[in-house]
């Protein structure tokens, strides 16, 4: 073991291995769910060395297969399924992208920018912006997150609706593979028809197919005016008709539209007393919309202007106002972002990451709530997301007065079932965005058809026969 | 061989299992570059009898490992790469799933709708019309070709700049495996991050790796109108910034942008003189632009013309007009249609589907001109296709007063090796949007990475380990 540890330090330098002292950073998942103990922490600082790292870690292994040793590849550790830090064996290594942080290439004709994984995607979108572009991934994480995990896990957050996934913004990737060879698919082309869509395969697969080391991204031109509205809707279904309005009026031009329910929006009232929520008192559900507009604030304006009026006059929402400044859009979309805050401040709860088709959202809430107030009476729904997606997070809070510790130990197993049952029965998926990890791999064996794991599995030994790369993540081993 | 046949007309019925008579409709390409022999053509009519087939071949395959008997899995046999039809040892079983061509649902709150493999595109653009919304996908062939092979092949077609190429509109996907066994992913969610990326894996494999026999597809509202305009640029790097500017002042409205050669253009004129060709005789380049509005036709004119008024000023376009009617639009686009039915009456021809990065198009046409020139004195550029999306057939006609078969004969390997040659330079695609099939097999093998040749490989092995599924296509065996 000393001997590997040895050559990834003649590989990355003494400086970039770290094996004693706080390692927390790294040992521990972001949510604070699971905490392991690495054999060490190696930082490497371009794609030739992370390629020597495999190599290395590959070549120990097949000589001592029982050793254990691995790979577990780490952008900003911001997961949420426990999917980047290592297991308590100490026989696995982190390997951390963070210092491969360049951006290679901005090329505004091709609207593209080619960067590397460990580059910050808040970064990112500055790195457009100064270019007169937009990098439209956007998420609460985004000041700490890079792209690389991004794309290991195929992130969603506030624009899919528009641009799609983290797997549509991306045109090609620089990979290693579980052998330490590197495969240069840094494309920059919108069509290439020649051969197997490997891209689409690495992003997704969460570190356990090879290491995506950098990435060619899709850029967009900046709109010219970006605005918000805020609305009550009487109903789940009436948010549903009030999408297919948006969507019909505003064109490609809706570019966010999140549902929050009462009692979340409640619960941001409660612990963030300072911010301003409207409409939630009198409404089951609020809905926030953004408009971009390649053309101009005042035309965005009068567009919104008249989807609402529309709406209104059809009964699909009670109230509506539409941010008169940025501030007052940021204070929208402020309420908006505190609502996981406001959720731990409550005391644990049990999240949800789930999509229906659209169609089914309302039937599925209204069908999933009654089971687990029939089985926990009092629980609460902290339920919010990207309607336009079909993606909620259907949180489940304690009954007002249950200690939430209790209530998890207790209730935490047969919560999650009634909700996947649920999802299953509405054709949904159990993790919409946040990926598989190890917190939901036992939970895929169950809800994932057998005949899609049987063809993952044959993919995983295929491309990684020796199981080097994150070990029992997506896939159990 | 005997049993086999019996036990596909017990599957399906002697009907549906053609071995004697014309059967070129299945054995000859849509090109008529090559012409095989099947054992038979097999047409079930559901996803059960295709199972079966499947499982009733490899069990045949796994008894007689010699006997050579594989499957083709076959569409509306329109593909441009003769990757659907069989080769002429006799012993390819033709796998046609035109009878399976229901729309099992429209769900219009869902925006999808979940279709059979063999449904003729244009039918599902009538469809999805019909509840008055839009599928976007579109090409010459729609009037014969299937959304199978639409998924197969990863079709592109002339809305890939606004709604992607047939990869990007489906949602999920319906699949029989190469063991026979039925994968179930019609999955109507725009978010599922639970594993790796199967549908995207089966998607332009060309039928390598299994069967699609039914796709979950996304639709869109309804454009209020779209408008098409035609101008003249002066140069190739005029039409790329033209490109830019419509890009940032149409936003998403910008669904067409078709660039077309003089030489292309003059094909058209002098073979089909009933044609008006605007201004092809005072500019090297056309384009062709078409813009879709969610409001209305007004306001689509309204900002088209204010986008050509920029263009002109800054000296993009030599010249430009809005179609005036529905009839002025289609005249325009059949114009741009007709130049590859003009090619073969100017000749045999060697035609390539490329793509570059729109930034470097310009310099790669001049510079891949000028070395063919070098090459074959004479020889005529018929240019054009789908900048937006950096894709250009670009073809080579023979020079005028050469013999096409001569030409041919004489220089289509040297031609195929300067162009390839060149697209490797510029860090392009030899395939954008036909694929590879048999036809370009060879050339992969020369041109794209071999990391990646290794992982599909292995992919292949892995999911087909009897290469019992179109072998040879896509990878030589």
Chains 1, 2 share one sequence.
């Not at 922490?41 to 790292?53: F, H, K, L, N, Q």
């Not at 935490?412 to 009634?418: F, G, L, P, R, Y």
Request: glycine share 8%.
């Amino acid at each position: 073991m000393q001997a590997l540890l040895d050559s990834l330090r003649h590989i990355v330098g003494s400086a970039h291995v770290h094996t004693d002292g706080d390692l927390s950073a790294w040992e521990q998942d972001w949510r604070k769910r699971a905490s392991g103990k690495a054999l060490a922490v190696v930082r490497p600082a371009c794609t030739d060395e992370v390629a020597r790292i495999v190599h290395v870690c590959a070549a120990f292994r097949s000589q001592q297969p029982d050793s254990g040793v691995s790979l577990v590849p780490q952008g900003g550790n911001t997961g949420l399924v426990v999917g980047a830090t290592p297991d308590d064996s100490g026989r696995q290594i982190v390997l951390s992208l963070q210092r491969m942080n360049a951006v290679r290439k901005v090329d505004a004709d091709n609207l593209t920018m080619t960067v590397e994984a460990g580059c910050i995607l808040q970064n990112l979108q500055q790195c457009a912006e100064a270019s007169n572009l937009l990098f439209p991934l956007s998420m609460a994480s985004e000041g700490s997150c890079t792209i690389g995990g991004n794309l290991g896990c195929n992130a969603g957050g506030t624009q899919v609706l528009r641009y799609g996934n983290t797997r549509d913004l991306c045109l090609g990737l620089e990979v290693v593979s579980a052998q330490g060879e590197v495969w240069h698919g840094l494309s920059g082309l919108r069509k290439d028809n020649t051969g197997y869509d490997l891209r689409n395969l690495f992003i997704g697969s969460e570190g356990t197919l090879g290491i995506i080391t950098a990435a060619t991204l899709k850029l967009y031109p900046r709109p010219a005016a970006r605005l918000t509205a805020w609305a009550s809707v009487p109903s789940l279904e009436h948010a549903v008709s009030l999408l297919a309005l948006a969507q019909r009026r505003l064109g490609a031009g809706l570019t966010g539209f999140e549902l929050m329910g009462q009692l979340a929006l409640g619960l941001v009232a409660r612990h963030f007393p300072q911010l301003r929520v409207p409409f939630y008192e009198q409404s089951p559900f609020c809905v926030l919309l953004e408009n971009s507009d390649h053309l101009s604030e005042a035309h965005a304006r009068d567009q919104f202007e008249h989807l609402l009026e529309a709406a209104l006059e059809q009964g699909c929402i009670a109230d509506a106002v539409v941010a008169e400044s940025l501030s007052q859009a940021d204070q929208f979309w402020h309420v908006r972002e505190s609502i996981p805050l406001a959720q731990p401040l409550e005391g644990l709860n049990i999240k949800h990451d789930i999509s229906v088709p659209i169609s089914g959202i309302a039937d599925f809430v209204r069908a999933t709530d009654a089971l687990l107030q029939q089985a926990i009476p009092g629980v609460r729904m902290v339920n919010f997301g990207h309607l336009g997606d079909g993606n909620l997070h259907y949180n489940v809070q304690a009954p007002e007065h249950m200690d939430a510790a209790v209530f998890l130990a207790r209730h935490e197993k047969q919560v999650n079932a009634v909700v996947f049952d649920s999802v299953t029965r509405f054709k949904g998926s159990i993790s919409a965005e946040h990926g598989v990890g190890s917190l939901k791999v036992e939970q895929l064996e169950k809800y994932k058809s057998p005949v899609a794991l049987g063809m993952m599995r044959a993919i995983k030994r295929a491309l990684d026969p020796q199981n080097l790369m994150n070990p029992g993540r997506v896939l159990l081993t």
